[in-house]
């Protein structure tokens, strides 16, 4: 699976929960919605200053799949996984 950033990503808040930000990421031509929970520092604002950590973690989130999915929801144990790209979950809380 090669997950990648979608070309035209903005993070944003999402319109079904507004304590989630949603973002989208590529993974063979089919656009992957992903989400995580809003945080302290204000949602897209830490998209923004986070941006690789939570990439890195949505792309290692998505691999650990047992089936391709269009949706991905990320929570603080994703972050934390053994292996993450950086385990950030006391920055999401």
Request: hydrophobic residues 35%; negative net charge.
């Given at each position: 699976?090669?997950?990648?950033?979608?070309?035209?990503?903005?993070?944003?808040?999402?319109?079904?929960?507004?304590?989630?930000?949603?973002?989208?990421?590529?993974?063979?031509?089919?656009?992957?919605?992903?989400?995580?929970?809003?945080?302290?520092?204000?949602?897209?604002?830490f998209f923004e200053s986070h941006r690789d950590v939570i990439e890195?973690t949505a792309k290692q989130t998505y691999e650990r799949l047992s089936?391709?999915?269009?949706?991905?929801?990320?929570?603080?144990?994703?972050?934390?996984?053994?292996?993450?790209?950086?385990?950030?979950?006391?920055?999401?809380?």
């Amino acid at each position: 699976m090669a997950l990648e950033k979608h070309a035209d990503q903005n993070a944003r808040i999402s319109d079904a929960d507004p304590n989630i930000v949603a973002f989208e990421m590529i993974e063979d031509g089919k656009v992957i919605h992903a989400e995580f929970g809003a945080t302290r520092l204000g949602p897209v604002e830490f998209f923004e200053s986070h941006r690789d950590v939570i990439e890195g973690t949505a792309k290692q989130t998505y691999e650990r799949l047992s089936e391709p999915t269009e949706h991905l929801r990320m929570t603080d144990e994703d972050f934390a996984a053994p292996g993450s790209r950086a385990n950030a979950s006391d920055e999401l809380n």
